[in-house]
Nanobody, 125 residues
Framework: QVQVVQSGGGSVQAGGTLRLSCLIL????????AAWFRQRPGEAREGIAVISGPWHTTNYHDSVKGRFTISRDDSKNTVYLQMNSLNPEDTAVYSCATEPSTGCGLGASDPYRHWGQGTQVTVSS
């Protein structure tokens, strides 16, 4: 059974940084596609960063480009989300996901089969 365990997150002031980690256990295919989603209060969940394939190809939502970086350490079966220049609009529950049944993107969360438990990120002004 694939298990996705998140760590990191918390509270930070605007302009600060945080790093989220996503340890993926018992998955042989997580490296093909792993993504970070977030759900802001009162809004739908949105994909913000994805990493895929042996060349660690990445893609980002426009709202986080240039500020967030997704990376993957295959020696540790872990995917990271480095978040810089945080602002209050980044306040959300962040979740890691992997092994989509189809495709590998940020447009929809439904295909992703394995999810982390979610972690709260709160940015104060």
């Amino acid at each position: 059974q694939v298990q996705v365990v998140q760590s990191g997150g918390g509270s930070v002031q605007a302009g600060g940084t945080l790093r989220l980690s996503c340890l993926i256990l018992r998955s042989h295919d997580y490296w093909k596609c792993a993504a970070w989603f977030r759900q802001r209060p009162g809004e739908a969940r949105e994909g913000i960063a994805v990493i895929s394939g042996p060349w660690h190809t990445t893609n980002y939502h426009d709202s986080v480009k240039g500020r967030f970086t997704i990376s993957r350490d295959d020696s540790k079966n872990t995917v990271y989300l480095q978040m810089n220049s945080l602002n209050p609009e980044d306040t959300a529950v962040y979740s890691c996901a992997t092994e989509p049944s189809t495709g590998c993107g940020l447009g929809a969360s439904d295909p992703y089969r394995h999810w982390g438990q979610g972690t709260q990120v709160t940015v104060s002004s």
